[in-house]
């Protein structure tokens, strides 16, 4: 029997883990499903068993992905992934006591950066985040902010003093985002980070974080150890955030300014009317009002 009988979150797709890294052949936590699924990887491709049934499969930018409902899309389009001069770079997945939808919601937040990533991602002398745009793009479905800046004393593995780095955010997916950030060596082109999150349950998640970046300098080993320590800073905090679910109802957190991007995915996540993660509503609106 699933975990939840919320028919929004079952339709998405959820990433289990990179190619490249995966345990083939051993069962493989889902969150929503409630039970652990086989994955296995013959010459005809890769099938995901769970519940005894065939679950839709992909295996698309170097991760298995599955769903347990229908979707109503296939996998985004990551248009960066055709180009021959990226780096691919899988991090590891990372459990994190927290809602997946929190994961989502923090990676979005500039705000954090001089306090959580400090001397790192910003700097507690410059913490303002400058005004920058959101919107919810119907034909693709997905949340975007574009033209956000901010200072960061080291943004990348590859730096080697502060800069202003341009981001962008795009929100693909209720559990799945990336962002689009200036890599330090090429100005005029964007990195992309993604975060892939797998739910285990309403409350813990594992993190599948993925990198797709111009850096010509820096050792697989520099990246990936640069993004693991962003992460680990990024789950303490999450695991000491209350409530651990995601509240939707007005009023149970204010926004400021710089939430924009959370206010925009809180409303998006309420017109799809899931409730996977989210905090029960007390005020006697039902989940999509
Ligand atoms: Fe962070």
């Excluded at 992934?81 to 006591?97: F, I, N, Q, S």
């Excluded at 033209?147 to 004393?153: A, D, H, I, M, T």
């Excluded at 890599?183 to 993925?210: C, G, K, M, Y």
């Excluded at 995601?246 to 959370?262: V, Y």
Aim: charged share 20%.
């Amino acid at each position: 029997m699933s975990l939840t009988t919320d028919q929004a979150a079952l339709d998405q797709w959820y990433v289990l883990g990179a190619v490249s890294h995966f345990p083939f052949g051993t069962p493989v936590e889902t969150g929503l499903l409630g039970e652990p699924v086989t994955v296995t990887r013959r010459d005809d491709g890769v099938t995901v068993i769970g519940a005894g049934r065939s679950l839709p499969v992909r295996t698309t930018y170097n991760h298995v992905w599955t769903s347990f409902g229908t979707p109503a899309r296939d996998i985004f389009a990551l248009p960066e992934a055709t180009e021959p001069d990226r780096r691919w770079l899988y991090c590891g997945g990372v459990r994190v006591a927290a809602s997946g939808l929190r994961l989502i919601e923090n990676f979005l937040d500039l705000a954090h950066f001089p306090y959580v990533h400090t001397d790192i991602l910003g700097s507690e002398e410059k913490p303002e985040v400058a005004k920058y745009e959101v919107e919810q793009r119907r034909d693709v479905d997905e949340i975007w902010a574009t033209k956000c800046e901010f200072f960061q004393p080291k943004a990348a593995a590859a730096s080697d003093g502060g800069q202003i780095s341009q981001y962008m955010y795009r929100v693909v997916s209720p559990f799945n985002v990336m962002l689009y950030k200036t890599p330090p060596t090429a100005p005029n082109r964007w990195d992309v980070i993604a975060l892939f999150v797998q739910p285990v349950d309403e409350t813990h998640s594992i993190a599948h974080p993925f990198m797709l970046v111009i850096d010509p300098t820096s050792t697989d080993a520099e990246i990936i150890a640069f993004q693991q320590m962003i992460f680990l800073q990024d789950k303490i905090v999450l695991e000491n955030q209350r409530p651990a679910l995601l509240p939707l109802q007005p009023g149970r957190e204010t926004p400021t300014r710089a939430d924009l991007s959370s206010v925009l995915y809180r409303r998006w996540l309420k017109e799809k009317a899931l409730t996977f993660g989210t905090e029960p509503r007390t005020d006697g609106v039902a989940a999509g009002a």
